[in-house]
C-alpha cells in the first residue's frame, strides 16, 4: 500500500503554506470550519485534483520500483536502497558486514 506524506495531497488542494491551519483562518479553505472561508474550497474540483496526484504518484512509486528490478512497490526492500558516496558511487545503504 502506498501511504504518501500529507503535505502532497494538501499542495494538490491549493494549499498556499500560510502555516495557519491551527488557527482556522487557513486561506486555502482547506483546514476551516469558518463558513466564509469555506465558500473557497470547491470539493468538485478539488476531487479531480486530488485524484490526479494520487494517481501521479502511483505511477512514480511503480516507476521507482521497476528502475530497482522489483515488480511492484510491495515488493521493494531495504536491499534496493543505496546512497550515493562523495565520489558517485552507490553503496548499499545497509551494509551486510
Known amino acids: 500500500m502506498l501511504l504518501p506524506s500529507a503535505r502532497g495531497y494538501a ?3 491549493s494549499c498556499t503554506q500560510v502555516l495557519q491551519c491551527h488557527h482556522n483562518t487557513c486561506p ?3 483546514t476551516t470550519h469558518d463558513p466564509k ?3 473557497g474550497l470547491y470539493p468538485t474540483h478539488k ?3 486530488v485524484a490526479n ?3 501521479a504518484m502511483r505511477k512514480e ?3 521507482i520500483a521497476h528502475s530497482a528490478g522489483a515488480l511492484n512497490p510491495s ?3 531495504s536491499e534496493h536502497a543505496f ?3 562523495a565520489s558517485g558511487l552507490p553503496k548499499p545503504l545497509l551494509s551486510t558486514n
Request: hydrophobic residues 55%; charged residues 25%; negative net charge.
Open 37 to 39: 472561508l469555506q465558500r
Open 61 to 63: 512509486v511503480e516507476l
Open 11 to 13: 499542495f494538490a488542494l
Open 75 to 77: 515488493l521493494l526492500r
Open 28 to 30: 486555502s479553505s482547506i
Open 83 to 85: 546512497l550515493v558516496d
Open 47 to 49: 476531487a479531480e485534483c
Open 53 to 55: 496526484y494520487a494517481d
